[in-house]
C-alpha cells in the first residue's frame, strides 16, 4: 500500500510570492491534515479537510487556504509568502473516522528568500 | 482549546538506558493520544498509540502509560539503541471526529554510544 505523497519534496520562493503544495492521502483515506513544522513552533496544525470540506481550521492567516478534491488528494497555497512562512509542510492522511491514526508524508520543505 | 506540553525537550541517554518522555493535556474530554517518531528528513511516524480505556499498552521495548485523572502520558523506551535517536513528538485528540490532533513540541532524544 502506498504510503502519503507530497510533491515538491523543496521548493525555493521569493517573497511575495504564491505557492502551491500537494499532497496524496494514502489509498481508501478520506481525511488529509496539513500541519507547518519550523524549529521553534514544533507541528502547528493548518486545517483538515475531509470529503472535500474543511472539517476544521489553525489559527492561521488568511494567505493560507486548502483544498480538497473528489478523489481526496489535498493542495494547500499559501499566498503573499513571507520570509516566516519558511517551513517543512507536513500532510497527514486517516480514515477520518474518530480515534484512528494520521499517517504522515515525509513533507515539502519551503524556502522564502 | 486542547493544550499539549511535552517534557523534556532534549534527553540524552546512554545506549542500553530506559528514556522516558512525559506529556500533560488540558482537555479532560481528549480520548486519544499517539506518540510519533521523526527522523531526520522524514515525516512523523506513529510508534505507538493509547486510548483512554487503557491504562497501559506495549510494543516490544516502547510502552506508553496513562494517567486521564492527573491528564499526563508518557513514553517510556527500554534497552535504547542509537537507531532510537530521533525527535518524539506526543499528541492528544478529542472523541468526536472533527476533533483534530494537538501535537506538543517535540523532544530529541540522543542515544550516547
Known amino acids: 500500500k502506498a504510503g502519503v505523497t507530497q510533491t515538491p519534496r523543496y521548493l525555493i520562493k521569493t517573497r511575495g510570492q504564491q505557492v502551491t503544495l500537494s499532497c496524496s492521502p494514502i489509498?481508501?483515506?478520506?481525511?488529509v491534515s496539513w500541519y507547518q513544522q519550523t524549529p521553534g513552533q514544533g507541528l502547528q496544525f493548518l486545517f483538515e479537510y475531509f470529503s472535500e470540506t474543511q472539517r476544521n481550521k489553525g489559527n492561521f492567516p488568511g494567505r493560507f487556504s486548502g483544498r480538497q478534491f473528489s478523489n481526496s488528494r489535498s493542495e494547500m497555497n499559501v499566498s503573499t509568502l513571507e520570509l516566516g512562512d519558511s517551513a517543512l509542510y507536513l500532510c497527514?492522511?486517516?480514515?477520518?473516522?474518530?480515534?484512528?491514526?494520521?499517517?504522515f508524508g515525509q513533507g515539502t520543505r519551503l524556502t522564502v528568500v | 482549546g486542547e493544550n499539549v506540553e511535552q517534557h523534556p525537550s532534549t534527553l540524552s541517554v546512554q545506549e542500553g538506558d530506559s528514556a522516558v518522555i512525559k506529556c500533560t493535556y488540558s482537555d479532560s474530554a481528549s480520548n486519544y493520544f499517539p506518540w510519533y517518531k521523526q527522523e531526520l528528513g522524514k515525516g512523523p511516524q506513529l510508534i505507538i498509540d493509547?486510548?483512554?480505556?487503557?491504562g497501559e499498552k506495549k510494543d516490544q521495548r516502547i510502552a506508553v502509560t496513562l494517567n486521564k485523572t492527573a491528564k499526563h502520558f508518557s513514553l517510556h523506551i527500554t534497552e535504547t539503541q542509537p537507531e532510537d535517536s530521533a525527535v518524539y513528538f506526543c499528541?492528544?485528540?478529542?472523541?468526536?471526529?472533527?476533533?483534530?490532533?494537538?501535537f506538543g513540541k517535540g523532544t530529541r532524544l540522543h542515544i550516547l554510544p
Open positions: 493509547i486510548r483512554s480505556n487503557v
Open positions: 499528541a492528544a485528540k478529542g472523541e468526536n471526529r472533527d476533533d483534530k490532533i494537538i
Open positions: 497527514a492522511s486517516s480514515p477520518g473516522v474518530v480515534g484512528t491514526e494520521a499517517f
Open positions: 489509498s481508501g483515506h478520506r481525511s
